[in-house]
């Protein structure tokens, strides 16, 4: 642009503050959204065994509220600035993701679990719609095309990011939990734990552990004891997590706040005086 010539995307579109604002809350909340979407499916399809088509039926309805919250939610622009929207979405992903972590168990199918997760949807839909139409209301119409590609690259970008912090995140404290449980169950011995790969700790169904445990020679009561290690630091590891992402949510409230704050009536005119 120095140079005169054409850039992919024009820079001018960044050129305020509230633009740049808009790009990290959308950054954020798609990053969220590719952890939720990650963090969700392990546990339902590796951890519990559960089939693809189970899985689909499980995250019904936290797709569906974002769908709808995202058609939704320009009712809203005629009463309420970007500003309040953009921060009453990150205050909802916060609430959702914390409540997820005190109320999640093995089993996604329970009530709290589910309003958990139509919580942090709606926050998520209003999110996503908002930020990209504080990016197009803000530019001329002649650089639509440039919105639009820094919308996509900012998504493609954030999804890959998100998805790939949530899988180390969760090993991560995965492999933490085993390892501090494993000392805190004496029924567990040296012998026993030796024999077994904690430097290469995943999410595993108890079958599968137990299926590992047969070719060790741990007893009976030990395998028992082993699955309940396992579960405890799945459940753990996945509260943990959620709470981890819970503080990403709370401080995306620090860019939405650099939102802009004007009503559709007082939206300026993007378009360049002559």
Known sequence: MARGEVPLIDLSIL??????????????????????????????????????????????????TVFFTAVLVVRLYKKYPPRT???????????????????VNNNWETLPTILGLFVFGVGQGALVTLVFNVLVTSAPSALAGDVGSLRGTT???????????????????????????????????????????????????????????????????????AVVVNEEARLGTL????????????????PASRLPKYTPEEIPDPSPVD
């Open 85 to 103: 929207i953009g921060i009453a979405g990150f205050i909802l992903t916060t609430a959702a993701l914390v409540w997820l972590s005190a109320v």
């Open 155 to 225: 998504q493609n970008l954030a999804s890959a990011v998100g998805t790939a912090v949530a899988g180390a995140l969760l090993v991560s404290l995965l492999g933490l939990s085993v390892g501090r449980a494993v000392i805190e169950h004496p029924e567990l011995p040296p012998e026993l734990i030796a024999q077994v790969d904690l430097d290469a700790v995943n999410f595993i169904s108890n079958d599968e552990l137990k299926t590992v445990l047969e070719d060790t020679d741990a007893t009976p009561a030990q395998v028992d004891a």
């Open 239 to 254: 509260r943990l997590g959620l709470l981890v992402l819970a503080g990403v949510s709370a401080l995306a409230i620090l």
């Open 15 to 64: 050129d305020s503050s509230r633009e740049r604002a808009a790009v990290y809350a959308m950054f954020i909340v798609v990053a969220l959204e590719a952890c939720v979407n990650f963090s969700i499916p392990l546990y339902i399809q590796i951890v519990q065994g559960r089939t693809p088509f189970d899985t689909s039926l499980a995250m019904m309805p936290f797709n569906l």
